[in-house]
């Protein structure tokens, strides 16, 4: 082998030997993603959050920078959260608010999410067939707001149809 050959392969070596390095913290981020879950969180969301922190944190990332998650409600509601269909998220950023609903059933579904002021004015809606989730939808005012999320085979065949006025804080 010639000498230009012997030092071209060690240059190409050292090189994905910095590479490999270089790109080591973010191999070991991605296998530790992080989500702020808030002070006020239950105890479901808080366990949803640590056995699933690859959704929550790609949930959060969806909402956009500097939300934190407030809640998390397997779905159905009532159901064992390693039984669940879906998995609906708020997160919040101030006084805004964000809410996903996370697909658990591997294909996709009809899927609907709805999220209003606790007025029923500024409303954000996504509907349609989805594999991954639904929203994200976004609030302006988080107090009381009502969020509506259905699952089904179609839109007149549901299996989940959940309404709640306590996704996000009342206060």
């Known amino acids: 082998m010639s000498r ?5 392969r060690a240059a190409l070596a050292a090189a994905a030997l910095a590479a490999a390095v270089l790109t080591a913290p973010q191999a070991v981020a991605a296998d530790r993603p992080e989500v ?14 640590q056995e699933d922190p690859r959704t929550a944190a790609a949930a959060a990332t969806v909402c ?19 039984m669940r269909l879906a998995t609906l998220f708020s997160y919040t950023n101030g006084a805004k ?9 591997g294909v996709s579904r009809y899927m609907s999410l709805k999220i209003c002021k606790v007025d029923g ?26 969020v ?7 839109s007149s065949s549901l299996f989940i149809n959940y309404s709640s006025s306590y996704l996000f804080p009342c206060n």
């Open 4 to 8: 230009s050959a012997v030092v071209m």
């Open 36 to 49: 702020t879950v808030s002070g006020e969180a239950d105890a479901m969301t808080r366990a949803l959050a």
């Open 64 to 82: 956009g920078t500097g939300y934190t998650l407030s809640r998390a409600v397997p779905l159905p509601e009532g159901t064992d959260p390693g």
């Open 97 to 105: 608010g964000c809410a996903i609903m996370d697909n658990n059933v």
């Open 121 to 146: 004015t500024g409303c954000d809606t996504d509907t349609g067939n989805f594999s991954q989730y639904a929203g994200p939808v976004y609030v302006s005012s988080i107090a009381c707001a009502k």
């Open 148 to 154: 509506t999320a259905k699952m089904g085979t179609s």
